[in-house]
């Protein structure tokens, strides 16, 4: 419009451009991304001239609000509403979290909008719709036989056939009593998740003295890799006949607990090689619950250490929790928190129906596979893997589980528990558990004010390190390769990232500017991953984390709080 050539009349048009541009309907990615090239020539034309350092984080940090207010400014006035929101925030959100705000509402938008009748509070009906968005009920149909068509001959009962007769093999004595009583125990222990891991002292502590130690396990890294290390696994280390078998059961889903920083995989092999290389373990089994608990032993378990492990899942995908309140099966009514992850719940019902005497670890880990992979269609179900001595499989479980005289009479093997099972994502199962909670606290009261606070600042956290690792992505890699690099999946048998150390350190980098990645946060580990096999600079990523977050943390996710998770 002005343009004589000089830079002033180029610069007065970009911030022209910049103030005057409009979504006009164009994706949002696509309005920011335009937006984004106008900023980056003005960067180039007008260099800030600054000396002083603190002087220029000040005026870069203004800079910042400049494009988020073009970013707002330019929205289309379906928008308007977010646009508030954002302004209204104490302090004004960062570049990258004001994008994926607003990218995230354009994706739920059609459904927000669409409620009808009396809402009431806009904040309720906002969380609820977006909670059935994120922790929807999922069904898992049963893919094997229909038990109602099943009958005995033994005993003229249906639902069940001679070989699983509890009348002529024996009736355990476990009932619902007992497994409400632990289960209440375990919910008392860890508010949101009453997690299944820890059971199993519960599940075979009859015999453990005798045939091994079983040691539950969760919390911070350092008590982690403490118990382990300083396990008692034999009298004398010189004597081969005091050597035990050991299961180690490790539950990584757990909020209640201290557990910062987390686990990393290269930390917990070089524990086992020590602790094998010290001979003071016959053999040890590991049963890992977690969201992509293969990333912990892939490309990196060893199998001359004579440890066999299974994780819930592998490296890339989520575990699933169950006994969920207004699930299938349902825990009981005064539970508001799901009882356990599919891989625990089918290891240990496995363990309560069987002899264990007379099963094997092979024949245990395809009945856990086949349910938790919900009859290998994967539908709302997790690939059970392992790793290390495999050879260890073709032993009775018994030698490391302990053994129950109820079961004795119970079959090894062949007898199917409860295949339809919903389940919930377990990275949301934690929103679920507050929005129980927020439902069955008093209207009115402080507390139901407090819960749904929490819920909503939970959410919006969320949205913040999605969209926060979506910008870092363009910043690193451009936006074509933005999102394809951060969720690159290396081949089968390498470990996910080759640096650990740079893992650690890019993760730390990520949360000192945009706040802690909590449990949910740990999906992006693979992104950071990717980042170190990619050649970033701590430089470079630190830059981008700037240029991302813009030094935006709320006092409840900074890390100085919530601890750091490397």
């Known amino acids: 419009m002005y343009y ?58 203004e800079l910042v609000k400049d494009c988020v207010y073009d970013f707002l400014a330019g929205l289309d006035d379906r928008f308007d509403k977010v646009c508030s929101d954002l302004l209204r925030m104490k302090p004004l959100p960062g570049l990258g979290e004001s994008f994926a705000y607003v990218r995230r509402e354009a994706q739920r938008q059609t459904t927000m909008l669409g409620l009808g009748g009396d809402v009431g509070d806009p904040s309720v009906a906002m969380v609820s719709k977006a909670l059935a968005i994120i922790t929807p009920r999922i069904p898992r149909p049963s893919v094997i036989e229909n038990k109602d068509a099943l009958h005995c001959k033994f005993c003229n009962g249906n639902r069940h056939t001679e070989d699983t007769c509890f009348k002529k093999h024996g009736f355990p004595e476990w009932n619902l009593e007992r497994r409400k009583q632990l289960k209440a125990e375990w919910a008392a222990r860890r508010p949101g998740h009453a997690k299944t891991a820890d059971a199993g002292v519960g599940v075979a502590s009859v015999a453990a003295s005798e045939f091994g130690d079983i040691t539950p396990v969760s919390g911070n890294t350092g008590l982690v890799l403490s118990l382990v290390s300083q396990l008692s696994l034999s009298d004398s280390s010189e004597d081969a006949s ?30 086992l090689k020590k602790k094998h290389a010290s001979g003071s373990y016959k053999e040890m089994v590991i049963y890992v619950e977690a969201c992509e608990s293969g990333s912990v032993f892939e490309g990196m378990m060893p199998d001359d250490l004579n440890i066999y492990v299974t994780t819930a899942s592998n490296a890339e995908e989520s575990s699933w929790g169950t006994y969920c309140p207004g699930m299938e099966p349902a825990p009981p009514p005064e539970y508001i928190t799901c009882l356990g992850d599919l891989y625990s719940v089918s290891w240990m019902e496995d363990s309560e129906t069987h002899n264990l005497q007379k099963e094997t670890i092979e024949q245990q880990y395809q009945a856990v596979k086949d349910r938790t992979s919900n009859y290998n269609t994967y539908n709302a179900g997790s690939h059970v893997m392992e790793y290390g001595n495999k050879s260890i499989k073709a032993e009775r479980v018994y030698l490391y589980q302990g053994f129950d005289p109820a079961t004795e009479n119970l079959p090894p093997d062949n007898f199917h528990l409860d295949t339809h099972m919903d389940v919930v994502n377990q990275r949301d199962a934690d929103l679920l558990f507050l929005w129980q909670w927020y439902k069955k606290s008093k209207d009115g009261s402080e507390k139901k004010k407090e819960i749904l606070q929490q819920i909503k600042e939970t959410m919006m956290h969320r949205v913040h390190l999605d969209g926060s690792m979506d910008m870092i992505g363009v910043l690193l890699f451009g936006l074509e390769k933005g999102s394809s690099t951060l969720g690159s999946v290396r081949a089968s048998g390498l470990p996910i990232v080759d640096d650990w150390e740079c893992l650690k350190s890019m993760v730390r980098l990520f949360e000192s500017h945009c706040g802690s990645l909590t449990q949910y946060g740990m999906k992006h580990m693979r992104a950071f991953a990717n980042i170190c096999n990619n050649g970033v600079s701590q430089a470079a990523m630190e830059d981008a984390c700037m240029a991302a977050c813009s030094g935006h943390i709320s006092r409840q996710w900074n890390p100085s709080k919530q601890g750091y998770s490397a």
């Not at 003005?42 to 600054?50: F, V």
Request: charged letters at 30%; glycine letters at 4%.
């Open 242 to 271: 005091n050597l035990k078998t050991v299961l180690i059961v490790f539950d990584v889903h757990d909020p209640g607990m201290p557990n910062m920083p987390f686990l990393f995989g290269k930390d917990l092999i070089e524990v």
């Open 4 to 61: 004589d050539g000089s830079d002033e009349s180029q610069i007065f048009e970009l911030c022209y451009k910049a103030t005057h541009i409009k979504q006009s309907g164009r994706p949002i990615p696509l309005y920011f991304t335009k937006l984004k090239s106008i900023w980056q020539e003005l960067d180039k034309r007008r260099p800030i001239k600054m000396i002083c350092a603190a002087d220029i984080k000040v005026r870069q940090e």
